[in-house]
Nanobody
Framework: QVQLVESGGGLVQLGGSLRLSCAASGSIFSIATMNWYRQAPGKERDLVAS???????NYADSVKGRFSISRDNPKNTVYLQMDSLKPEDTAVYYCNARFYNGVRYVELWGQGTLVTVSS
């Protein structure tokens, strides 16, 4: 059973930085596109950043230039470096893995980690 475990959330002041980590167990990491989503209270879950297994990254417009996604395939870990944080970045951040298992696309989710940015 593949699991995703996030860490690194917490409370930070306006303009501060945090780095989120997501460690994947199992053998799917190297073939998966890894994504970070976030969900603020009362809002939908939105895609923040994604990185393909070859390292191509994409970002939501709201975080471009402030967030950076990276992956370490030997360590089965994806990171989200968040700089210049704003109160509107406050949300639960979820790690997501999407991969093709030979039959269909499969999506896995972590449990989420809370990021709170105070002003």
């Amino acid at each position: 059973q593949v699991q995703l475990v996030e860490s690194g959330g917490g409370l930070v002041q306006l303009g501060g930085s945090l780095r989120l980590s997501c460690a994947a167990s199992g053998s799917i990491f190297s073939i998966a596109t890894m994504n970070w989503y976030r969900q603020a209270p009362g809002k939908e879950r939105d895609l923040v950043a994604s990185i393909t297994n070859s390292g191509t990254a994409n970002y939501a417009d709201s975080v471009k230039g402030r967030f950076s996604i990276s992956r370490d395939n030997p360590k089965n870990t994806v990171y989200l470096q968040m700089d210049s944080l704003k109160p509107e970045d406050t949300a639960v951040y979820y790690c997501n893995a999407r991969f093709y298992n030979g039959v269909r696309y499969v999506e896995l989710w972590g449990q989420g980690t809370l990021v709170t940015v105070s002003s």
